[in-house]
């Protein structure tokens, strides 16, 4: 953020705020640092449960090269079943209607 200062008490201010905002940082990191260091009340097995919680339980970030690969194998037959299915769709319903028409005309005019 770009500060316009229009004397040199502004900008005396504004770098005594800065400061002090420092200073509480700091006292607040050695904090942290003291809690972390000494043990403090920081439960290993919670942070891991909170974090495989939001970590996805699926065989693509797998260790074993052959579930990721059978898994990738898997997204990909369906993503392709889904789209040939659409497409198949659309294709038989625009034949139906160029071919029924057809036909339609071609029964019409043999009676």
């Known amino acids: ?3 316009q200062f229009k ?3 502004e900008l005396t201010g504004y770098l005594e705020t800065l400061e002090g905002r420092i200073k509480k940082l700091e006292e607040e990191n050695g904090k942290l640092r003291e809690a972390s260091s ?3 009340n920081v439960n290993g097995n919670l942070i891991a449960k909170y974090v495989a919680h939001y970590i996805p339980q699926t065989n693509l970030v797998n260790r074993n090269f052959l579930k990721r690969a059978f898994t990738v194998w898997g997204h990909f037959f369906v993503a392709n079943l ?3 299915m659409t497409v198949g769709i659309a294709y038989a319903c625009l034949m139906m ?5 057809l036909f339609g005309n071609l029964i019409q005019y043999s009676r």
């Open 7 to 9: 004397n040199m008490n």
């Open 97 to 101: 209607m160029f071919f029924g028409s």
């Open 82 to 84: 889904i789209i040939a």
């Open 38 to 40: 000494s043990g403090g």
């Open 1 to 3: 953020m770009l500060q």
